[in-house]
């Protein structure tokens, strides 16, 4: 009241008290006036609302059962949660009751890790593994970086030979030697770079080779997941996304240049400790005093920066700012609409906000980590020279030996403290790895990649379920099926009906094994689903759900997923387009059957996109079509020309259709009313009317309610 509305409606009831009117039909007005008006025309406006009569009158009966199943879920919850503080009173974990996922793993394999170095080299092993194909990379790295290692302390002995030079009274012998070695030093520069190259070339294609590969069998492993892995929080499309492009991207942290540096140190401390210990071993054992403290400064960097960025429990806060930001994109008309992306931008802040105060806490031992690590060098420089003053004094070593061993361990010092300085990533590829060996580890309960099962030749298409209880992973308290049995017809319709909650769907994603029932079978043909091929089983079903989802692609690519086992033609797609009621549409857009059907189908309306599905499904003629409100989504004009599509569609193969609008699944040869996941009532539309039970009373309430509306209109 006393503002301008524009209200688009469906359900013209709820419109009837406007002002003003607009029918709408291929983009243009057809008419418009008040209600009384347009029923008076008998138009478009006329023929939609004695449509709708008897499709509110079932919504009207179907709102009624839902109350009660809310009322009885209310009701155990309330008990459940007066258990929970029983027994918390009694000391019992309440966690205990439920079924988690391996929450724990990561933390287990973290102190293992931590309280046993030795299971470092068989980890890095294990990761190694995967970069196997790229051998002949690898070994052309590992020349590169052993020799590269070895540059640094061969320049520095040359480095220090035309130093003690300068002390040589022969002026000829001097400039002679200074030639040779100037000339030896080119040398050394000219292989250092070609060594640098062959380590900078092997190591990085091998590294990008085992990203790509870690990435792919990450994203592999995240799909073959049975359905109720990814009901849970943690595994959420954010997380999911972020880890899947942080965690891979993180393991050249193990592998790839890093390995390279590695092995540069190791050949520079090979190397300088062979030439200082043949020079002078007294100043080299005072000289190697400083090497822990080294080594222990840049250690000290890495665990600090590593574990800076680890966070335990719902997934690390660069996650969390992931969700945030897949949530706020994937509904921004919403957020748009709601004037929220301050919003959201602050919990995206909010999330990193976090992981830096964290980090901050950490701020102080890092940086002294980082002073002791560049200061030591000035305390080497003063040990070294002391030392060496009171050897040469001693008539113990020559004053260029004692510049020998400075340069050499020096130059040495340097190439190990620059591989001390990837330590951190190091540490962050450790967790990344962590992460996707957990993931790849864990054996999914329903994998859709397994090849092994039963592959009936001949299906006559009986389906039954035998005493099924079943509960949703992420809902452990609340049973949706109960002993529930039921035997669907050979190439017969059976129609699910009853309210929102009872179980309907639940049976349909059975069915399909999205998952597997705690408790009794599910048959086909006399054969538990679970010992048939899962290939084979999905691929002889069609599915149309109440939600239609389209993948950002052409109409024609929407279609064809429908079949991706044979050669679909052009001729198979506009078959299964008319029957669904799509096809004159397709051809009257500019770019017919290319034209895209935008992010999650965001180009066309609710309607179009459920008779795209239905299409989807109609194209791989599927011997069982399951249809899950299949034209919940169409307007009355559409639903009737789909619905018949749909009848005639079902003929000949085995069809399980669940509907609340009774009258769309009266001619089926086989209803069965399920209520609080038991099946109450089963029979034809006349058999269950004789009964007088819940069938016959919903059909009751459903004529009176429309009896009453089009008295009303």
């Known amino acids: 009241m006393g503002r301008t509305t524009i209200v688009i409606a469906h359900r013209l009831s709820t419109i009837r008290n406007a002002d003003l009117i607009i029918g709408l039909e291929h983009g243009r007005v057809v008419e418009c006036g008040t209600h009384e008006e347009l029923m008076?025309?008998?138009?478009?406006?006329?023929?939609?609302?004695?449509?709708?009569?008897?499709?509110?009158?079932?919504?009207?009966?179907?709102?009624?059962?839902?109350?009660?199943?809310?009322?009885?879920?209310?009701?155990?919850?309330?008990?459940?949660?007066?258990?929970?503080?029983?027994?918390?009173?009694?000391?019992?974990?309440?966690?205990?009751?439920?079924?988690?996922?391996?929450?724990?793993?990561?933390?287990?394999?973290?102190?293992?890790?931590?309280?046993?170095?030795?299971?470092?080299?068989?980890?890095?092993?294990?990761?190694?593994?995967?970069?196997?194909?790229?051998?002949?990379?690898?070994?052309?790295?590992?020349?590169g970086s052993i020799v590269f290692g070895a540059v640094q302390p061969a320049f520095a002995l040359f480095f220090a030979k035309i130093y003690g030079l300068f002390a040589d009274p022969d002026l000829e012998q001097q400039k002679h030697l200074t030639s040779v070695y100037a000339v030896l030093i080119f040398v050394i520069g000219f292989v250092g770079g070609i060594a640098q190259l062959a380590s900078s070339i092997g190591f990085g294609k091998s590294g990008e080779e085992l990203s790509m590969r870690m990435r792919k069998l990450t994203f592999s492993a995240m799909i073959r997941q049975e359905i109720g892995y990814f009901d849970y929080e943690i595994n959420s499309v954010g997380a999911l996304v972020t880890r899947l492009s942080s965690d891979a991207a993180a393991l050249k942290g193990m592998t790839g240049v890093r390995i390279g540096i590695i092995l540069q140190a190791i050949s520079a401390m090979v190397t300088a400790l062979v030439i200082a210990f043949s020079t002078g071993w007294k100043l080299s054992l005072v000289v190697l005093c400083f090497f822990p403290l080294v080594l222990f400064?840049?250690?000290?960097?890495?665990?600090?920066?590593?574990?800076?960025?680890?966070?335990?429990?719902?997934?690390?806060?660069?996650?969390?700012?992931?969700?945030?930001?897949?949530?706020?994109?994937?509904?921004?008309?919403?957020?748009?609409?709601?004037?929220?992306?301050?919003?959201?931008?602050?919990?995206?802040?909010?999330?990193?906000?976090?992981?830096?105060?964290?980090?901050?806490?950490?701020?102080?031992?890092?940086?002294?980590?980082?002073?002791?690590?560049?200061?030591?060098?000035?305390?080497?420089?003063?040990?070294?020279?002391?030392?060496?003053?009171?050897?040469?004094?001693?008539?113990?070593?020559?004053?260029?030996?004692?510049?020998?061993?400075?340069?050499?361990?020096?130059?040495?010092?340097?190439?190990?403290?620059?591989?001390?300085?990837?330590?951190?990533?190091?540490?962050?590829?450790?967790?990344?790895?962590?992460?996707?060996?957990?993931?790849?580890?864990?054996?999914?309960?329903?994998?859709?990649?397994?090849?092994?099962?039963?592959?009936?030749?001949?299906?006559?298409?009986?389906?039954?379920?035998?005493?099924?209880?079943?509960?949703?992973?992420?809902?452990?308290?609340?049973?949706?099926?109960?002993?529930?049995?039921?035997?669907?017809?050979?190439?017969?319709?059976?129609?699910?009906?009853?309210?929102?909650?009872?179980?309907?769907?639940?049976?349909?994603?059975?069915?399909?094994?999205?998952?597997?029932?705690?408790?009794?079978?599910?048959?086909?043909?006399?054969?538990?689903?679970?010992?048939?091929?899962?290939?084979?089983?999905?691929?002889?079903?069609?599915?149309?759900?109440?939600?239609?989802?389209?993948?950002?692609?052409?109409?024609?690519?929407?279609?064809?997923?429908?079949?991706?086992?044979?050669?679909?033609?052009?001729?198979?797609?506009?078959?299964?387009a008319r029957k669904a009621n799509i096809h004159e549409l397709i051809i009257s857009l500019p770019q017919g059957y290319e034209t895209s059907c935008g992010a999650k189908g965001g180009q066309l309306s609710g309607g179009q996109k459920q008779r795209i599905a239905i299409a989807r499904a109609l194209v791989r003629s599927p011997k069982i079509l399951l249809l899950d409100e299949a034209t919940s989504a169409l307007d009355n004009k559409s639903e009737k020309v789909v619905q018949a599509a749909l009848d005639k569609a079902r003929s000949g193969r085995t069809s399980m259709s669940i509907a609340h609008r009774l009258s769309t699944i009266q001619n089926s040869e086989k209803i069965a009313v399920v209520d609080r996941g038991k099946l109450k009532e089963e029979g034809t539309h006349d058999e269950l009317l004789q009964l007088n039970g819940i069938y016959a009373n919903l059909m009751l309430a459903q004529k009176r309610t429309s009896k009453h509306l089009k008295l009303v209109h």
Request: aromatic share 8%; hydrophobic share 40%.
């Open 40 to 143: 008076t025309h008998r138009g478009l406006y006329f023929e939609l609302v004695m449509a709708q009569t008897q499709k509110e009158a079932e919504q009207k009966c179907g709102d009624e059962e839902d109350d009660v199943v809310e009322r009885e879920f209310v009701r155990r919850s309330s008990s459940i949660v007066a258990n929970a503080k029983v027994l918390q009173k009694a000391s019992i974990p309440v966690d205990d009751l439920f079924e988690n996922l391996d929450q724990d793993d990561e933390a287990l394999a973290n102190a293992l890790w931590n309280n046993d170095s030795l299971l470092r080299i068989p980890f890095a092993f294990k990761i190694l593994k995967f970069n196997a194909p790229e051998w002949p990379w690898i070994l052309l790295g590992t020349i």
């Open 297 to 576: 400064s840049g250690k000290l960097q890495g665990q600090k920066q590593g574990k800076a960025g680890k966070e335990k429990g719902k997934g690390t806060f660069s996650e969390q700012g992931g969700q945030h930001a897949t949530q706020a994109i994937e509904h921004i008309r919403t957020v748009v609409a709601l004037h929220q992306e301050k919003h959201f931008i602050d919990l995206y802040e909010d999330a990193f906000n976090q992981d830096f105060k964290k980090q901050m806490c950490k701020l102080h031992l890092i940086a002294l980590g980082a002073a002791i690590a560049n200061s030591t060098m000035y305390f080497l420089h003063c040990a070294t020279f002391s030392f060496g003053s009171k050897l040469v004094s001693d008539g113990d070593m020559n004053f260029d030996d004692v510049f020998k061993i400075f340069v050499v361990i020096t130059f040495a010092m340097i190439t190990i403290g620059r591989s001390m300085a990837m330590i951190p990533g190091y540490a962050k590829a450790k967790q990344a790895a962590l992460r996707i060996m957990k993931l790849n580890q864990r054996q999914s309960k329903i994998n859709p990649h397994d090849d092994s099962g039963i592959i009936l030749k001949e299906m006559e298409g009986n389906i039954e379920f035998h005493n099924v209880d079943f509960r949703y992973p992420t809902r452990p308290t609340l049973r949706i099926l109960r002993s529930f049995s039921l035997k669907c017809l050979s190439s017969g319709t059976t129609a699910l009906v009853g309210p929102s909650g009872s179980g309907k769907s639940t049976t349909i994603a059975l069915l399909q094994r999205f998952y597997d029932p705690l408790k009794g079978k599910v048959l086909l043909d006399g054969h538990d689903i679970k010992a048939l091929n899962i290939q084979w089983l999905r691929s002889i079903m069609g599915l149309v759900q109440q939600e239609p989802v389209l993948f950002n692609l052409s109409i024609r690519d929407n279609i064809v997923y429908g079949d991706n086992s044979r050669e679909i033609t052009q001729s198979d797609i506009e078959t299964a």
